[in-house]
């Protein structure tokens, strides 16, 4: 028992991680397969009651008002009996005034029924006239409305009442075998964690991540295993949806004692129904096993014989001889897989990336059980790193969690308190003014105070930056909690800058900037992409809670592992107080002004403003769930990472600086303009002024109508393609774009300035320091000015592309600058 | 202007004139045969003793504070079709929360108790007037054509074939016409459905049946010689004569038919609305053989083998139903009288009887049951009455 205490430092971060791993997976995919079989479940009531719509205007067309119909009564039971989801029917009549409300399920109550309708109808308020099918939802119930029709217009609905727990208890009894995979393998991981590490050889270590990905694996099979067979009775649950309509619609045939035989234009009919249900394989009519209609898509050959369909098959007669076949191809279940296959990458992604992190930091530990010191003292650098990353990987990991939902979160907040559209970028622009504002007297305190306590101050502000903006509901909690964000940022980066040079030696340093740029993207990273996903499944605000929670989580990991530290004295120097003085007389060279305010500026500008501000507002307001925007910004900081890691090589072979940061602001150029044209042509809603969604529109005085009819054309376009997600792959490359140009820019513009005029003069590291603060201007205009820039555009995202052209100019016009440059002569 | 300066100074004659040997006056029309049906006895307080015999008020239910003002002339005593008229006219506008005060006034062919009722309604003045009949939507265009109050006819037949307008697209003036018959491009595109190389249609109708040949026949002969259709005139001279007349007139329609089409696969006989063709079903059916007889009244289609294949018809209900759309839609300005289409009634109500289709071996289109009102099965009996099955 006490070589089991011993060893729980080691493998207690693994477990946990694994539970939370697992949890995260069955939370995600639980999430995953509540929306899309829910989804698959509705559009399978929605076909069933179309099966009594269908009666009901025949009736309506006769010229009788609806109260006078029959039989409705005996048709509401039958779709009771197919679907016990369904648990009332009711008619009403144009004005949502209840004509017969039945509850279809044994032992409930009709009264209830009554009730469920006022709220439904309720719930129906503000829908258009009511000429087309819609949902609504009341108390965690899906409200169906689909409308019955005279000759002259909508004279009265169907409404479906749909039990949200029993459609849920469908995916809950699927989910069960997953639920008990978790547990199986959580036990089985802890076990063999304990027994590696009891059996103490050294190659115990290095089984650590093949074990934990062989796990994560595991969970992932049984997931897609469950994923589809739930996927597919839903599926199959679509196509009886379907077969059962069409059937009424023939069996209004044969129950009146008019044969099939008697009547010309079924094919005709069959056909009218595949085309406006194309999700539909094939469906056929026949008797006693003879094919007397089929209708197939041409384009699946497979369905043509049958095969790779899931089909239900309803009779037409009572006799049963006379059966309607609906088949679906199994192309929908495999794409309904596909939308959480992207999910369940990013989270095993996300996973891995946490645990290489933290396994690296466990085996420090144990590698230097006594701590890390400073410089001269330290037993290893590489561990002290080790142990330093996740500290400032979990308190940027926090704070990226909540960027795919803080642009709309801060829209509706704007919009609920009647405040004005621009005011939606603010808390962005405040979170960099803390950053930047917290910047310099970071850096006196690292001299005063130990490193660790300053820390454990930053991450404290995230913290309480994220719980401030979960809790408190009114606009300027969210400015204040983003401003105190930016301030914990600022620290937290000031704090792993010290930190990680006073463990290193000064031939180390390149390490120790390596190990903050991997946490600083690590953390982006699996924070943008975790984030997204389980912002999905929670309320913005408990999500905010849920995201002060693991920056909380940090500060333990801060007070548990990192060792307290001081700065030595001897290598200070009074840089801070010298900056006002450096800043004059670097402003006076030329190249640095050049690359300042062409290039540097303006990629921090395109970083704040366009990829963590507009770009998930924009998408945001075109449809794009929180998943997607949590990917995508996942994609921007994967891809600013691997370009900045490769931008040196790419600098060395281009044989120019210059070159390679035009080439990214060139990058950072096309990603805005294919953002601005794949989303623009109409407003996004900004401040919550007008609802969004793409279509040609308005795009204010800064928005060319040309631009706005070329975003619309390259929509129709994208539209027309036969891939199925052309627009959200051009959205991807845009974003990817951003990330390369960031990642060209990140790295060269630093080592441009250290080699331009103000460096020889006054000095690298004084410029580079000036220059720092400098670029910050970006940082914090981006937000204000993009803000702006949508409230001129009328909200139109085409600015987006406007903007693209500006970035364009600022790429040539540094290019000539520097071409002067290089040619002037001195003087 | 002039009306009602005329109608002033015709009063005052009247009244300088009247002595005590003055002439009888006319009698004045009573309105007490018309019945409100219970549905729109909820909807409205009715009035049927305003002072005025010729006149009744109805007043929603929940007050006239606000309520639009329609006037509803009624010309003759017809006591079915104008009880289903006002009732239906009525209902769409409680159905539509369109509150309404209606002033239904009864003129009984008397154009000086119309004028009056017209002279009447200018000075209150109503928001609508609608005319409900021929007769009173002709005496509408006469008298009322270029007034500002708008005005929407009912229960009509087909304006453009009675010379109201020409263009169906709208009357450019203050009258929105609606109409009871069977737009002709849709009767054809139903009858092309039924047989699709259609060649030929044999037109039954009385010749004395000036509105038949007025609405029916002339539309349709119009449209065919656009077609290419071949139309073979069927006519008998009255209601007396008609047996012997179709004895005459339906074989040689038929040799003349088998010229064409040998088989009779691509013909049809249509019969009109002629009542003394039209009663004859029988008759017709026994020298139709296998050709297929489509009516273009629903009651010609019934229980049994006596009856038409298929009618293609308008409902009076969907055709009252269409005028009361137009009238909310005209009192409510959301739309511009003149700039209405001619409301035409579509698609058509149908009735089949499949015991007649599968005697002479007739498919008929599942569109065509689907969309049916009335249904009779391989039996002849009736399984769908208004959409609804019925047994």
Known sequence: MTRLFAILPTILPGIVLMGVSLLMFAYVGYGEATRVYSEMRLERVLQLGATIQHSLNQFARSGLPLDQVTGFERRAQQLGEVDRAIHAVALTDARGATI?????????????????????????????????????????????????????????????????????????????????????????????????????????????????????????????????????????????????????????????????????????????????????????????????????????????????????????????????????????????????????????????????????????????????????????????????????????????????????????????????????????????????????????????????????????????????VGLLDPFWALCAGRALGGVGQGLLLIAVQAYAFEIVSSEERVRAAAAQVLGYNGGLIVGTGIGGLLAVFMDDAFFMVVAGGAAVLSLVYIRAALPSLRKSRETETRQSSRLLGDLGRVLAFPDFLALLALIGVASKFALAGVAIFAMPLVLHQTGYGDDEIGQALMVFAIVTYLVTAVAPRLVAAMGSTDRVLVAGMIALALGMAGLGLVTGGGGVGLGGVEPGGAGVGSGGWLVPGSLTALAADVQHWLAALPLPAAAGGVIA???????????????????????????????????????????????????????????????NPAALAVLGGAYGVLAALYGLVSVALRTRPST | MMIRILLVVLGLAVTLGAGPAAAAEPERPVLDWLAYDPSTLADYAVDTDVGDPAR????????????????????????????????????????????????????????????????????????????????????????????????????????????????????????????????????????????????????????????????????????????????????????????????????????????????????????????????????????????????????????????????????LTSALTLAGVYAVDVVTGAADPGALPVGTVSPPDLAINFLVAERIGVKIPFSFLESSTFVYDTDGRQVVAFGQRVY
């Open chain 2, 56 to 315: 009744h008020v109805a007043i929603p239910v929940g007050g006239s504070a606000g309520a639009k003002r329609v006037m509803i002339l009624i010309p003759s005593r017809s006591v079915a079709a104008y009880t289903l008229a006002v009732n239906t006219v009525l209902q769409v506008f409680a159905r539509r929360e369109v509150p309404a005060r209606f002033d239904i006034w009864y003129y009984d062919g008397d154009t000086d108790v119309a004028l009056e009722a017209l002279d009447w309604s200018y000075r209150q003045p109503v928001d609508l007037i609608m005319s409900a009949g021929s007769s009173a939507t002709s005496f509408l265009r006469a008298h009322h054509s270029g007034h500002a109050i708008p005005a929407v006819t009912s229960a009509s037949k087909d304006p453009i074939a009675s010379g109201h307008l020409g263009d169906p697209a709208g009357s450019g003036t203050n009258i929105a016409y609606t109409s009871i018959n069977v737009e002709t491009g849709t009767l054809v595109a139903y009858l092309r459905r039924l047989i699709p190389d259609l060649a030929t249609i044999a037109v039954a109708y009385s010749a004395a049946n000036s509105s038949a040949v007025l609405t029916q026949v002339n539309p349709l002969k119009a449209a065919a010689e656009e077609l290419g259709l071949e139309i073979v005139d069927v006519t008998v001279t009255g209601r007396e004569t008609a047996e012997a007349d179709l004895e005459a007139a339906l074989p040689r329609a038929i040799a003349m038919m088998r010229a064409r089409d040998p088989e009779l696969e691509r013909s049809i006989l249509l019969v009109t609305g002629s009542t003394a063709v039209y009663e004859r079903i029988d008759q017709i059916n026994r020298h139709a053989g296998t050709l297929p007889v489509v009516s273009m009244l629903p009651d010609v289609v019934r229980a049994g083998p006596d009856s038409a294949l298929l009618s293609i018809g308008v409902n």
């Open chain 1, 733 to 795: 490359l845009s974003v990817a774009l951003l990330g390369v140009g960031q990642g060209l820019i990140a790295a060269p513009i630093i080592a441009r300035v250290a080699a331009g005029g103000a460096a020889v003069s006054v000095g690298r590291d004084r410029t580079i320091a000036v220059y720092r603060i400098l670029e910050r201007l970006g940082h914090i205009s981006g937000p204000a000015l993009v803000g702006l820039l949508l409230v001129a555009a009328s909200d």
């Open chain 1, 100 to 468: 017969t409300c039945l509850a279809v399920q044994s032992g409930a109550d009709a009264s209830a029924c009554v009730d469920r309708l006022g709220a439904g109808t309720a719930a129906f308020r503000g829908h258009d006239g009511g000429r087309d099918a819609a949902i609504a939802e009341v108390g965690g119930a899906k409200i169906l409305r689909l409308p019955v029709a005279d000759k002259f217009g909508t004279v009265g609905f169907v409404v479906l009442f749909v039990d949200g727990p029993t459609v849920r208890e469908t995916v809950a009894e699927g989910f069960g075998p997953v639920f008990l995979a978790a547990g199986a393998l959580f036990l089985l991981y802890a076990l063999a964690q304990i027994a590696i590490e009891l059996r103490g050889t050294e190659p115990a270590g290095r089984w650590r991540t093949p074990s934990f990905t062989a796990t994560v694996l595991v969970m992932v099979v049984v997931l897609i295993g469950v994923l589809f067979q739930l996927y597919r009775q839903g599926v199959e649950g679509q196509a009886e949806g379907l077969a059962r309509s069409m059937a009424a619609r023939l069996a209004a045939a044969t129950e009146i004692g008019v044969p099939i035989s008697a009547l010309s234009g079924i094919e005709e009919a069959l056909r009218d129904y595949r085309r406006i249900n194309p999700q539909i394989a094939a469906i056929t009519l026949s008797r006693d096993g003879e094919i007397l209609h089929r209708i197939a898509d041409p384009d699946r050959v497979a369905a043509l014989a049958g095969e790779g369909t899931l089909s239900f098959s309803q009779p037409v007669d009572a006799a049963g001889t006379l059966v309607l076949a609906a088949e679906l191809p199994f192309a929908v279940v495999v794409r309904a897989m596909g939308v959480g296959a992207r999910n369940f990458a990013a989270l095993f992604f996300g996973c891995m990336l946490f645990a290489t992190i933290f396994f690296r930091a466990v085996r420090a530990r144990r590698e230097t059980p006594a701590g890390i010191g400073r410089t001269g003292e330290r037993r290893s650098a590489a561990a002290g790193l080790a142990i330093l990353q996740p500290a400032y990987f979990l308190g940027i990991l926090a704070d990226s969690l909540v960027l795919s939902v803080l642009p709309e979160m801060s829209d509706r907040r704007v919009a609920a308190e009647g405040l004005s559209g621009g005011l939606v970028s603010l808390p962005f622009s405040l979170f960099f003014v803390g950053l930047t504002g917290a910047l310099i007297p970071a850096s006196i305190l690292t001299e005063r105070i130990d490193l660790r306590s300053l820390f454990l101050a930053g991450t404290a502000a995230v913290a309480a930056g994220l719980f401030m």
